[in-house]
């Protein structure tokens, strides 16, 4: 299973950005997905989850900025980030839950990581 994650770059504060994360491979299903973050020097942290039936869950400092979504058909999670500030400058990584052909449980997936810089 590959989690390809693109959308990152350069904006300017008040500016926007649109993470796309596709998961390829052999996938029999896909639970839960989300976006965290890194920071340098500091841990990963959750950005935002999203249930298979559309459910959410933001870290407080992006609620009301930030907006998850997933494609079930095309295993793919999204996250729209608005009036971005320079404290969201991290790599951005995504997560998927993910069942695969012949295997009886879920097991967690990371993409590669994309990087968000938010400066003027």
């Known amino acids: 299973v590959q989690l390809q994650a693109s959308g990152g770059g350069l904006v300017q504060p008040g500016g926007s950005l649109r993470l796309s994360c596709a998961a390829s491979g052999s996938i029999r299903s896909i639970n839960g997905m989300g976006w965290y973050h890194q920071a340098p020097g500091k841990q990963r942290e959750l950005v935002a989850a999203i249930t298979t039936g559309g459910s959410t869950n933001y870290a407080d400092s992006v609620k009301g900025r930030f907006t998850i979504s997933r494609d079930n058909a095309k295993n793919t999670v999204y996250l729209q980030m608005n009036s971005l500030k320079p404290e969201d400058t991290a790599v951005y990584y995504c997560?998927?839950?993910?069942?695969?052909?012949?295997?009886?449980?879920?097991?967690?997936?990371w993409g590669q990581g994309t990087l968000v810089t938010v400066s003027s």
């Open positions: 997560y998927a839950e993910v069942l695969t052909r012949g295997s009886i449980s879920y097991h967690g997936y």
